[in-house]
Structure formats: C-alpha cells, structure tokens
C-alpha cells in the first residue's frame, strides 16, 4: 500500500508541474504574440484570463515544489482540488462549452480522471513524521 501511495504522490507531483509549465508556456506565447487568449472551459472573460493562468500557474508550481520539499503539502492539496473542480466545472458541468468529437470529450475525461488521480496523490497520508 505504501509503493502505491508514493507512486501516487510521485504521479501529482509530475502531473501538476506539467499542468502548470503547460500554463505558462500558454500565457508566454499569449503575451509574445500579443494574442488574446480564449479557452471557454475556464470561467473568466478573455481579458482577464491572462492574468488568472498566469497566476495560478505560478501558484501550482510554488504548491509543488513546497510539498517536494515537505513544507506545506495542504497548498498541493487544495491546489490539486481547484484543478479538479475547474476542469469538471469547465468541461462537463458546463452549458456553453461543447467537445469537437467524441475524442475530445474522451481525452477530456481522461485528463479529468489524471486530475482526480494527482488530488488523491496529494492527500499527505501515510507521511513518515520524524
């Protein structure tokens, strides 16, 4: 049980830095570009969207590396909670937003499932104290 735990925290680990540096190289080419940015899954208008991936981008890496380090493994839990909340919310409770295809809607559903993996990962269960 404790290998499967570790993997687990190992996988939110990865999964919410990808998630994040995605985030960022996004808003970078946004702001190089000069390109409004438009993703209509997410709940904020086109002027301000910028600025929100930007920060919470920059919010996750810094969840990350304080629970790599031990610090404050809550901030990755409540950090890996927003990204679930906002990707079901945005994906699939949401009345406006509509999947291309049937491959959208599935790779959608994987990558909430790989969310919900990297919450349950971030959990500090079964942390040796010392």
């Known amino acids: 049980m404790r290998t499967l735990w570790g993997f687990l925290r190992v996988y939110s680990y990865i999964f919410e830095t990808i998630l994040c540096v995605m985030g960022l190289l996004v808003c970078g080419f946004g702001l190089a570009l000069k390109l409004p940015?438009?993703?209509?899954?997410?709940?904020?208008?086109?002027?301000?969207?910028?600025?929100?991936?930007?920060?919470?981008?920059?919010?996750?890496?810094?969840?990350?590396?304080?629970?790599?380090?031990?610090r404050s493994r809550a901030l990755l839990v409540l950090f890996s909670a927003a990204v679930v909340?906002?990707?079901?919310?945005?994906?699939f409770l949401n009345t406006q937003y509509r999947f291309?295809?049937?491959?959208?809607?599935?790779?959608?559903?994987?990558?909430?499932?790989?969310?919900?993996?990297?919450?349950?990962?971030?959990?500090?269960?079964?942390?040796?104290?010392?």
């Open 37 to 70: 940015l438009h993703l209509g899954w997410l709940p904020w208008s086109s002027e301000h969207l910028l600025a929100w991936v930007l920060s919470l981008s920059l919010l996750g890496l810094i969840a990350v590396a304080l629970a790599t380090l031990g």
């Open 85 to 91: 909340y906002l990707l079901l919310r945005g994906l």
């Open 100 to 130: 291309s295809g049937p491959a959208d809607a599935r790779n959608s559903l994987w990558l909430v499932l790989g969310a919900v993996a990297a919450f349950i990962g971030s959990w500090p269960l079964f942390v040796r104290r010392r």
